[in-house]
């Protein structure tokens, strides 16, 4: 009962928040599950002449749906959802999909369900893994979807994945560099000219654990001529489940054609492997994110408590924090600049549940 109640949230969610998009055109974000499982969907450009039946270009993200997950050997680590995702299979989630784009169409019109039997399926453009961890490549999951969709993956989620002889393309994501500031030098095939995609990284994290996937996308239709002035910009949204550094962001601001952020998604709880590590780095550090990339929108990812065993599980720490929660900490060692960021910036705090969508204005 709880899986078909988020599943027609969904539906609904995706609905509403396609028609409003497509009026002012621009990207929705949908959470799949409470943890991390993402869809981006991005509005192709005017002037471009999408797939038959097509408004959106959709990039699915990180998907673990159901089922369990472990890394290494399910007594060493075995986690399953505490909240039921949105969606329970690849499938149902590309009928949510081919819902949606009906009743932007016509609003569930003859003619839009005409155009519907026209689409392509699936309607899952492309799928792209931030990590090599279960919890963000699950195989389950990922076999459920069509071997044709074109997969963008970090170099050891790309190398397991490929040793399932399931998917045909598989793309490792280059890292965004110093030495190339040119987002559209990241859009490689089979990605459209306008999406690029690339890693933000930092030098003292062998594992890349705290890095971060960057989508880089221009709407403006004619982005191929745009220079690299102050009037020729792309947008970005950031993807950081596990958190990354501030000073690791700092590079965004180099970029040429400039690089605004439109939303950073990075965690608000703290999770400490025992005194060991910081495994995923919360809010506090989130703010200091927000403010070196100057993001719209931050919205909390990688945040569900969820159910688990194994012997690792007692030595994991959690810490639940809010955005208040360290806004009234910056606020005690430095209030001025804290009070400038929060309300002169207006930045949007956001934690969506299973099943939200977020239209990105």
Same mark, same amino acid.
């Given at each position: 009962m709880a899986s078909e109640e988020a599943?027609?949230?969904?539906?609904?969610?995706?609905?509403?928040?396609?028609?409003?998009?497509?009026?002012?055109?621009?990207?929705?974000?949908?959470?799949?599950?409470?943890?991390?499982?993402?869809?981006?969907?991005?509005?192709?450009?005017?002037?471009?002449?999408?797939?038959?039946?097509?408004?959106?270009?959709?990039?699915?993200?990180?998907?673990?749906?159901?089922?369990?997950?472990?890394?290494?050997?399910?007594?060493?680590?075995?986690?399953?959802?505490?909240?039921?995702?949105?969606?329970?299979?690849?499938?149902?989630?590309?009928e949510q999909l081919d819902e949606a784009e009906i009743s932007d169409s016509a609003n569930g019109s003859s003619d839009a369900k005409d155009e519907s039997k026209k689409r392509r399926r699936p309607l899952i453009d492309l799928v792209v893994i931030s990590h090599e961890f279960t919890d963000h490549m699950h195989q389950p999951t990922l076999l459920e979807i069509d071997p044709n969709i074109p997969v963008f993956a970090t170099q050891k989620a790309a190398d397991s994945m490929r040793s399932w002889n399931h998917f045909t393309s598989i793309s490792v994501v280059n890292h965004f560099s110093a030495k190339d500031l040119d987002w559209r030098h990241t859009s490689i095939n089979p990605l459209p000219e306008w999406i690029g995609i690339s890693r933000l990284v930092t030098s003292w994290d062998p594992m890349y654990l705290h890095s971060a996937i960057l989508f880089t996308f221009s709407l403006d239709p004619?982005?191929?001529?745009?220079?690299?002035?102050?009037?020729?910009? #792309?947008?970005?949204? +950031?993807? @950081?489940?596990?958190?990354?550094?501030?000073?690791?962001?700092? %590079? &965004?601001?180099?970029?040429?054609?400039?690089?605004?952020?439109?939303?950073?998604?990075?965690?608000?709880?703290?999770?400490?492997?025992?005194?060991?590590?910081?495994?995923?780095?919360?809010?506090?550090?989130?703010?200091?994110?927000?403010?070196?990339?100057? #993001?719209?929108?931050? +919205?909390? @990812?990688?945040?569900?408590?969820?159910?688990?065993?194994?012997? %690792? &599980?007692?030595f994991l720490r959690r810490k639940e924090l809010t955005a208040q929660d360290a806004i009234e900490k910056e606020q005690e060692e430095n209030a001025n600049a804290v009070n400038h960021f929060v309300h002169e910036e207006n930045t949007k705090f956001l934690a969506l549940a299973s099943g939200e969508s977020l239209l990105l204005e």
């Amino acid at each position: 009962m709880a899986s078909e109640e988020a599943s027609h949230q969904l539906q609904q969610e995706l609905r509403d928040s396609v028609n409003r998009a497509m009026k002012i055109h621009r990207p929705v974000l949908t959470q799949l599950n409470a943890d991390t499982s993402w869809l981006l969907q991005l509005p192709y450009p005017d002037g471009l002449s999408p797939p038959s039946g097509r408004s959106f270009y959709n990039i699915l993200i990180d998907p673990w749906l159901s089922g369990l997950q472990s890394d290494f050997a399910s007594w060493f680590s075995t986690q399953w959802h505490a909240i039921p995702s949105s969606v329970q299979t690849i499938a149902e989630l590309d009928e949510q999909l081919d819902e949606a784009e009906i009743s932007d169409s016509a609003n569930g019109s003859s003619d839009a369900k005409d155009e519907s039997k026209k689409r392509r399926r699936p309607l899952i453009d492309l799928v792209v893994i931030s990590h090599e961890f279960t919890d963000h490549m699950h195989q389950p999951t990922l076999l459920e979807i069509d071997p044709n969709i074109p997969v963008f993956a970090t170099q050891k989620a790309a190398d397991s994945m490929r040793s399932w002889n399931h998917f045909t393309s598989i793309s490792v994501v280059n890292h965004f560099s110093a030495k190339d500031l040119d987002w559209r030098h990241t859009s490689i095939n089979p990605l459209p000219e306008w999406i690029g995609i690339s890693r933000l990284v930092t030098s003292w994290d062998p594992m890349y654990l705290h890095s971060a996937i960057l989508f880089t996308f221009s709407l403006d239709p004619e982005y191929k001529k745009q220079g690299t002035g102050d009037e020729s910009y #792309a947008e970005a949204i +950031i993807y @950081t489940p596990h958190g990354i550094l501030a000073r690791d962001l700092k %590079l &965004l601001s180099q970029a040429a054609p400039s690089i605004r952020t439109l939303a950073l998604l990075h965690d608000y709880n703290e999770v400490d492997l025992s005194i060991l590590t910081r495994l995923n780095l919360g809010i506090h550090n989130g703010l200091k994110a927000q403010r070196a990339c100057k #993001a719209k929108y931050y +919205i909390g @990812t990688h945040d569900e408590a969820k159910e688990g065993k194994g012997i %690792l &599980l007692p030595f994991l720490r959690r810490k639940e924090l809010t955005a208040q929660d360290a806004i009234e900490k910056e606020q005690e060692e430095n209030a001025n600049a804290v009070n400038h960021f929060v309300h002169e910036e207006n930045t949007k705090f956001l934690a969506l549940a299973s099943g939200e969508s977020l239209l990105l204005e």
